[in-house]
């Protein structure tokens, strides 16, 4: 099985970004940003009320550096997996 690669998640969101860097945090306004070295399995199902380990989204995790807002991106999107 392939291990998540953080560096190639980094590297693939900067070359879909159009001038090839983040923009500003929506919260603080901080420019710099780390990413985990683990991806986020985001769960999905389409019954209310209900966890199911059948289907979810592979995310790599954007994270602001100085008041840690959290950002999702779809690691297929983008061609990480």
């Not at 099985?1 to 919260?27: A, I, N, R």
């Not at 389409?46 to 100085?66: E, Q, T, V, Y």
């Amino acid at each position: 099985m392939k291990q998540y690669d953080s560096d190639l998640f980094y590297d693939k969101l900067v070359s879909k970004l159009q001038d090839g860097k983040f923009p500003t945090c929506p919260f603080c306004g901080c420019d710099e940003y780390a990413t985990e070295v683990s991806y986020a399995n985001i769960l999905t199902d389409d019954k209310l009320g209900r966890a199911s380990l059948d289907s979810s989204i592979p995310s790599g995790i954007l994270i602001c550096k100085n008041c840690g807002h959290m950002d999702y991106f779809v690691l297929g999107i983008l061609g990480a997996l």
